[in-house]
């Protein structure tokens, strides 16, 4: 993933994570593999930190699925 794909796809993952909820009708775990795959290919620190944002967001999100 290049630096504008992951920039991008950072861009995308903090606007639907602040809109979802455990019930909507794609999966939390969809999610979770596009957070983990984007914080593999984070880089610098500002996306390692906005990554690592992301991962918390969806990990509260979770625990109140119990997913």
Do not use: C, F
Not at 7 to 35: F, M, N
């Amino acid at each position: 993933m290049n630096h504008h794909q992951l920039e991008s796809a950072l861009d995308h993952l903090e606007h639907v994570l602040a809109r979802i909820s455990g019930t909507d009708h794609i999966p939390l775990s969809y999610w979770r593999k596009r957070v983990d795959d984007v914080s593999a290919a984070a880089r610098i620190p500002a996306q390692k930190s906005r990554a690592r944002r992301l991962d918390e967001a969806l990990s509260v999100l979770e625990s109140l699925t119990g997913a």
